[in-house]
């Protein structure tokens, strides 16, 4: 690790914040909206105009914990863009329905009914939280690189879309940038998982079958015969987002045209089949592969990393929103505490303790300051005053 180097004074402005984040997922909007209202100066930088598509649109009932604590659960009730989700079901290889597994059937709290979002107007009303709480945005502006000095992230160089770079100085920085997981990339602590070798490919259709009732926004696995499974979501305005995860040889056999293989699959899945039917397809068809993986470490010093930038477990599960909701939520309050104590070291500081559940910290004892300053000592100036960095 180096002292950043190589930037043209000239060009550059710098900017100060408590807690830098980089990407406004869910995992960075609620980390931001948690700070915001803790009254910290946090600046978010987002690459992709807003609102932008995601896939990953069935949340668990455990979502209900860290929306509530945003105070969104009324908001997406009555947002237009959900639908209820109170079971999940699973489907045979011969096209046989499980019992489905209701929720309330397990727990008696609001938490047990979920929903199905629409992820570009979800993440929108997440950011829209952390906007309302006092965080700043800088849209279509990439984290080009962690700085570091003695050891210690100290902010990220940024480019906004026009071309402007900039230093943002931070005391902390929140690596919230999903799968693109920037932190990783750059340091080389991305560990693959080499028994989750999967490729997803996934399309969306209108007015295909929906279960009646309570069911109506279940969400189904349905199991092919080789490994792989379907899901299926029935979104609101009458839209369903389905897709496949299978091994790379499996769905790859004969043809790497993913409307190919998704038509062959169909055939070999009767409830999807049966299901889609009556439905028109959008058309469009999206693949990913090789997404499921993790960080070797979760922190360092003046960093955290959360949501999919810490890692991804297969979406059979449905639990990426989940843990960038709640990574967000737990970043956002050991950040808080870390910057009170004056100390945002992995290790032993505040915020390595609250983040030890998570996984290990990256932490060059002998090079680090036992204290952090609880504000980068060149963020004393009042914000917004633009200077050119130290090359
Ligand atoms: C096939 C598939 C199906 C899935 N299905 C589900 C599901 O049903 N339910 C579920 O809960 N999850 C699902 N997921 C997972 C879900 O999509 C993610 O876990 C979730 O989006 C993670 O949120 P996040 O905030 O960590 O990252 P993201 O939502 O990806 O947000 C990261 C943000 O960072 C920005 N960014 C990246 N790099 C930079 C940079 N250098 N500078 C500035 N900004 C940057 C990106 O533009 C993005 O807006 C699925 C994933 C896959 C692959």
Redesign the pocket.
Known sequence: MKDTQGIAPEEITDQCCDVAI????????SGAAVLAEHGRKVHI????P?P?Y???????PH?WFPLDRLGLTEKLDASGFTVHKHSVQFVSTQGVRSKPYYFFQHADHPSSRTWQVV?SKF?QLLLDAAVERGAEVSHE????ELLWKDGRVTGIR?KSKGGQERILHASVTID?????A?AQARNRWRVPDEDLKKI?I?TYYDGALRDPGLDEGA?TIAYLPQKGWF?Y?PLANDRV?V?I?GERDYLYKGTREPREIFEREIDAQPWIAEHLAPGKPTGEFRV?SD?SYRSRYCAADGLVL?????G?LD?VF???????LK??VLAGDAIEAALAAGDVSAKPGLLGQALTHTGRHRHAATLLPRRAPQADRRCGRPAGRPRAARP
């Open positions: 980089i990407g406004a997922g869910p995992a960075g909007a930088v987002e690459h992709e807003f932008r995601r896939v990953g649109e069935s949340l668990i979502c992820r993440d502006t990439a984290a080009k940024t919230a940038s999903g799968r693109d920037f997803a996934w969400t899901w979501l987002s897709g995860v990913t997404f959360a949501g999919d930038a810490l991804f979406p449905s639990s990426g929103v989940f843990f960038a990574g967000g």
